[in-house]
């Protein structure tokens, strides 16, 4: 894209990413807390969310069961996969779940688990067409909400539905955000003429995208997982790479799901210098390398 908001770069040509430990691959996931049952902020437009049987008059009680399955049950069976492969959780949250359900944050952060900012709930969408006061006023009553509600101020953004103005990234810097989940579009992390980091995830591998929108199938899912991380190993040969994987515990924390994500995770944990790491950690060692 042609555009202000980063340098243009192609990756034959950057300088030698290194991990800590010289470890070839940093590997992360990150685990969406989302709350579907609000109202839209005023002054931003509303997200057509996925889940349920499709759209249907309020109270679409389809839709929002089955994405409270995520909070009441599949956040628990993924967080018990991350542990058991050595992979630390970072958990985008919205401001209602942390809201509606302090014990999930307890326990997310028992656990250990990094904070990223996810908005106040899955229904707002971001775009140009929000003012720039009604979106500065939006991130920072996020930040303030999130850092009441779980002590911690976070460091990093993920936008509902990876939505964001123009505006956005330079809104972020201003408000003290360091780095953002927003943009998919490398396999490095990078900087932004703004001041922020983007630490892309792997877009193709979103379990809502791959599986909810393009309908793959689980068994295939799973071997995109392994064959993703087997090219990116491959290829972190002559300077590191990332590996990020974007999961939301109504979908792939459902029983029939979850094993895909186990077996990948083992995947990984069977090869040596991989770095299994949090976003604060990768975008601290991408901005200070040892």
């Known amino acids: ?138 991130i920072a009553d996020t930040l303030d909400a999130l850092e009441r509600l779980t002590g911690t101020r976070p460091r990093g953004w993920y936008g509902p539905e990876y939505s964001e103005s123009t505006r956005t990234p330079r809104l972020l810097a201003e408000a003290g955000v360091g780095y953002t989940l927003n943009w998919v579009n490398d396999d490095q992390p990078y900087r932004m003429t703004d001041g922020l980091v983007a630490l892309p995830p792997t877009y193709e591998l979103d379990d809502a995208n791959a599986l909810l929108q393009r309908k793959v199938t689980i068994s295939t899912y799973g071997r995109m997982l392994t064959d993703s991380f087997d090219v990116l190993y491959r290829e972190s040969s002559d300077s590191g790479r990332l590996y990020l994987l974007h999961l939301r515990p109504w979908i792939t924390g459902q029983p029939f799901r979850i094993g895909q994500v186990e077996r990948a995770l083992a995947h990984v944990a069977a090869h040596r210098e991989v770095w299994r790491a949090s976003t604060d950690d990768m975008v601290q060692a991408f901005l200070q390398p040892a």
Request: proline content about 7%.
């Open 1 to 138: 894209m042609d555009h202000g908001l980063y340098e243009w770069s192609v990756l034959p040509d950057r300088p030698r990413l290194v991990w800590p430990d010289e470890a070839r691959l940093a590997v992360g996931v990150v685990v969406q807390l989302a709350s579907a049952d609000e109202d839209v902020t005023p002054g931003l437009r509303a997200a057509s969310l996925l889940g349920g049987l499709g759209k249907r008059p309020h109270p679409d009680v389809p839709l929002l069961a089955h994405r409270a399955y995520g909070h009441r049950v599949g956040v628990f069976r993924l967080l018990d996969a991350l542990e058991q492969y050595g992979v630390p959780a970072t958990v985008a949250m919205d401001v209602a779940t942390a809201t509606r359900y302090p014990f999930l944050v307890d326990h997310v952060l028992d656990r250990g688990a990094t904070i990223v900012a996810a908005g106040r709930s899955a229904v707002d969408l971001v775009s140009e067409q929000a003012a720039e006061e009604v979106e500065r006023a939006y």
